[in-house]
């Protein structure tokens, strides 16, 4: 009987981990899995070592870096003293994975990561620790594998999980007679982000930028979207003084059935692409992050779309240039300018044309199933 162990950090990650370790149950009957994932890993079959409770927090207190490395420990103590699997497979989480990783080293267990780091967005040198320590990278983007192979790792890329796990676009009249949105309006949707630093920083200005463009088009109407696993308290406290609609827990949904989008970048800006919805990034933090991300990044592009498509398809209003008067300049053109919103519509076309149909998770559990085979 083989055994893997599977390691997530968080929601996204024990989503992808389920859908993998599920099919790798229907491939392989008697196969045994554990791993630190949430309930997708458990409904697929896997025994959970601890779940994200015990991973999440990571950041600058002293306290909890400390537990992280408790925690980095435990698990690699476990993994090669107790439970001692054919196979460990990271999923996404890099630089906690990558530390586990290194202390498997040289103890005979397979190390496969999917979803590994975005070593082509930033800090570029971690890309020598995925050689020492990992044994196949299952690469989600289809660039990624010319650098992993220039550095002489196995990599295989196997789709990116949205092209599958991405649902249908909702029915317009449904979802907007259930929110109460008129019909006859245009419908440009905010997605401020979905951690409390991205509040802090970005819907005051997403806020002001919109009120500016509803008193210059009354045609147009606005939601706001509350990311799921933000409390109501941290929401609130920056989403205030404003009477747009906020619609929490159907990001997808509000996403596929606006005109326009507002958004924080992240990957809700490949979902977007893969709706072929037009759309503006925004960001901006504290300048000191700001010019520490300018000495570790490797590209130019912030955003997915342009990113795959090496395009610049998606306007980026980066730090200065995240202002209320270019939200309001680049929404009314992706509105108005006919022209310019079909160009972009097309384009955003070819991001899923560059990603492919292949499907990530199937691609994945048969990457395990042939190394597992070769043991």
């Known amino acids: 009987m083989k055994k893997i162990f599977i390691i997530t950090g968080e929601y996204s990650g024990d989503i992808h981990a389920g859908c993998v370790a599920e099919i790798l149950k229907k491939k392989l009957p008697d196969i045994e899995i554990e791993g630190i994932g949430g309930e997708n890993l458990r409904k697929a079959g896997a025994k959970i070592f601890c ?48 530390r586990v990783a290194k202390h498997l080293k040289g103890s005979g267990i397979k190390v496969f990561h999917y979803i590994p780091p975005q070593i082509w967005a930033s800090r570029k040198w971690r890309i020598k620790n995925i050689k020492k ?17 220039a550095y002489g790792i196995n990599v295989h890329y196997c789709g990116h999980p949205l092209i599958r796990q991405l649902p249908p676009k909702a029915d317009k009249q449904a979802f907007f007679e259930k929110h109460g949105l008129d019909m006859k309006k245009t419908l440009v949707s905010i997605f401020p982000g979905s951690r409390p630093l991205e509040l802090k920083f970005f819907a005051g200005t997403f806020i002001k930028a919109a009120k500016k463009l509803q008193k210059l088009h009354p045609d147009i109407q ?41 958004l924080a970048s992240g990957t809700v800006a490949l979902e977007a692409a893969l709706y072929q919805i037009p759309m503006i990034i925004g960001y901006k933090g504290p300048w000191v992050l700001y010019l520490v991300y300018l000495l570790v990044r490797c590209i130019n592009r912030v955003s997915l779309p342009n990113i795959i498509t090496g395009m610049d398809i998606v306007p980026e209003l980066i730090q200065t240039k995240f202002n209320p008067d270019n939200i309001c300049y680049e929404t009314e053109k992706l509105l108005y300018d006919t022209k310019y919103r079909e ?8 991001v899923r044309e560059k990603l492919s149909d292949k499907f990530s998770a199937s691609e994945t559990a048969g990457e395990i199933e042939k190394a597992l085979n070769l043991l």
């Open 51 to 98: 779940d994200h409770s015990k991973m999440s927090g990571f950041g600058f207190s002293l306290k909890m870096a400390l537990d992280h490395l408790s925690l980095e420990k435990k698990v690699a103590d476990y993994i090669l003293k107790s439970y001692k699997p054919d196979l460990v497979l990271l999923v996404d989480y890099g630089t906690f994975n990558l």
């Open 133 to 149: 320590y990992v044994d196949e990278v299952l690469c989600i983007f289809p660039f990624e594998t010319d650098m992993y192979k």
């Open 222 to 262: 606005f939601c706001i979207s509350h990311a799921p696993n933000l409390s109501d308290n941290i929401f609130d406290k920056y989403i205030r003084n404003t009477d747009f609609k906020i619609i929490k827990g159907e990001n997808q949904a509000l996403l596929s059935v606006s005109d326009s989008l507002i």
């Open 343 to 350: 160009e972009t519509i097309k384009n955003l076309g070819k």
